[in-house]
């Protein structure tokens, strides 16, 4: 999975390009780490390119959404594709990680897309 | 190594194992001076006087280093050689070409044969030993790295036999199939994906009226995801639950597994599907987090999918998870699955999914649950193309006559 760390005002982008899978766990959960430890307060998840998310890749979304709470942080996900939705979906994920369609709704943390 | 140019240092020399050397020469003259400067360097020393003879006394006395002389009768040096290299028993075993004329082409075929090394009959003391002592030295790596491959495979045999035991003990905490109360009767296939599975079910009576069942997923794969499997079952025990509450409502049983199984700081979690099934009323009360293989299948035949979207165990340490209830009627048969099933991909991918799943439930709908559960199982691999799902994969069906 290639990840590239995109600073933007008010938060930083993550674009993921690959599978959200046990196979790449460490790679995903170093650069959010990464981010979180550099006192990043809001990090954007960009799933465009992401195709396929199993159930490690669930855990570690919950894992990372916990860990920046702790630091009054927030995590966001951005246009994740019909297939990958409707798995986060099914674990109810969306409660955890808000879902947005374009950057600046997800900046601004305004009205969930559906 | 030592550079010795005298016979003393030689002896000095000398290899602190006595290693064997095996020399194979049909030249008696050339073979018994070539046998005293050997047994000189403190070396035992076996003989043999053609090829054929040489190659059975290597295979029978495993010598450290075999010098063979190129031309002899029966079979020659080169063909020794071959041979060797082609028997997976002696095939690593240290080979000299002895020749009396050494021209590049003939080490060059020598070498492609199988030779390690070559010697001159010519070469002087000097150089015999220090090609003796070369070739003892790789013979001693090769044998350090072949035991150290041997004590590998115990070592592995040790821990596939830990493995097969600790597997034998999770299938010991799965229910036996039968009937589980009056007018309900349970079956079950499963296939753990590798020897230590960390799909686990079971069903049990409540109370005299009712009874419960599940089916937990462990996420990830292998050893800890199965003990972590192992401790949730443990806890989903009936007489362990009723320290927590007094009544079977699978919503506060899952409340509580919530609170009891957070996030792993890897990550790692459950999903959990939890049924309470009560006679009186015939009415069932299901939660799931996170676990979506849950059905009833009615005697009338229609599918009806028991999932709701809630957050697997551990993600959130306070959800309100809700619980659904609906009737059972007589006939009805409730099956819980791994996801494994219905994710089963085929080669080209493409995911065996619920459509396919309730096609094929629907066709063995006649069949007792007994068979009607391995179908299922044999149809979802039949798909994935092989017995070894990339998941685990657990059946667990209750027949309800009411």
Redesign the interface.
Same mark, same amino acid.
């Given at each position: 999975m290639q990840i590239k760390e995109r600073p933007i005002p008010n938060a930083v982008i993550l674009d993921l390009n690959g599978d959200l899978t046990y196979a790449h766990r460490d790679a995903f959960k170093s650069a959010v780490e990464t981010l979180r430890q550099k006192g990043c307060r809001h990090v954007i998840l960009n799933m465009a390119d992401v195709r396929f998310v199993d159930s490690s890749g669930l855990g570690l979304l919950a894992l990372v959404s916990q860990n920046f709470k702790l630091n009054q942080g927030k995590v966001s996900m951005l246009s994740p594709q019909s297939y990958v939705r409707e798995i986060l979906g099914l674990a109810n994920i969306p409660k955890l990680i808000p879902v947005f369609d374009n950057e600046q709704d997800a900046v601004n943390g305004k009205a969930q897309a559906a | 190594m030592s550079t010795a140019n005298t016979d003393t240092a030689s002896k000095a020399a000398a290899f602190s194992t006595t290693a064997t050397v095996l020399l194979v020469d049909d030249e008696p003259v050339s073979r018994l001076s070539m046998v005293a400067r050997l047994k000189r360097m403190g070396l035992r020393v076996l003989e043999a006087s053609n090829g054929k003879e040489g190659l059975a006394i290597l295979r029978r006395e495993r010598p450290d280093l075999t010098i063979l002389d190129w031309v002899m009768p029966e079979m020659d040096g080169p063909t020794v050689c071959e041979q060797v290299r082609q028997d997976p028993d002696i095939h690593s075993s240290q080979l000299i070409l002895m020749t009396s004329h050494d021209q590049p082409e003939q080490i060059a075929e020598g070498l492609a044969r199988g030779a390690d090394d070559f010697l001159s009959k010519s070469a002087s003391k000097q150089e015999i030993l220090a090609r003796v002592q070369s070739g003892l030295r790789a013979a001693s790596l090769v044998r350090n790295i072949e035991s150290t491959r041997d004590q590998l495979r115990i070592k592995q045999a040790e821990l596939e036999g830990e493995l097969q035991s600790a597997a034998s003990y999770v299938r010991s905490l799965l229910p036996a199939a039968g009937p589980v109360a009056p007018g309900i009767h349970m079956s079950w296939t499963y296939r753990p994906s590798l020897a230590l599975g960390g799909d686990l079910f079971n069903c049990s009576s409540w109370d005299e009226h009712s009874i419960t069942f599940y089916i937990l997923?462990a996420?990830?794969?292998g050893v800890s995801p199965a003990l972590r499997a192992a401790s949730l079952s443990t806890f989903l025990r009936a007489d362990n639950l009723r320290h927590y509450m007094d009544d079977s409502d699978p919503a506060r049983m899952m409340a509580e597994a919530n609170r009891q199984y957070p996030?792993t700081e890897?990550?790692?979690?459950f /999903?959990l599907w939890i049924g309470s099934f009560d006679r009186r009323t015939g009415q069932l009360r299901y939660t799931t987090a996170?676990h979506?293989g849950a059905l009833i299948h009615r005697q009338n035949e229609t599918v009806e999918w028991l /999932?709701h979207?809630?957050?697997?165990l551990?993600?959130?340490s306070d959800t309100q998870y809700k619980s659904s209830a609906i009737q059972v009627t007589d006939g009805d048969r409730v099956i819980l699955m791994s996801?494994g099933i219905y994710e089963a991909p085929a080669s080209t991918g493409e995911l065996w999914g619920t459509t396919r799943l309730e096609a094929t439930l629907m066709a063995h709908r006649s069949a007792p649950l007994g068979e009607a559960l391995p179908a299922l199982m044999a149809e979802a691999e039949r798909w994935n193309g092989s017995s070894v799902f990339p998941d685990d994969a657990a059946l667990l069906g209750l027949e309800f006559r009411l």
């Open positions: - | 997923d996420s990830g794969h996030l890897d990550g790692s979690y /999903t996170g979506g /999932t979207s809630q957050l697997p551990g993600f959130e996801d």
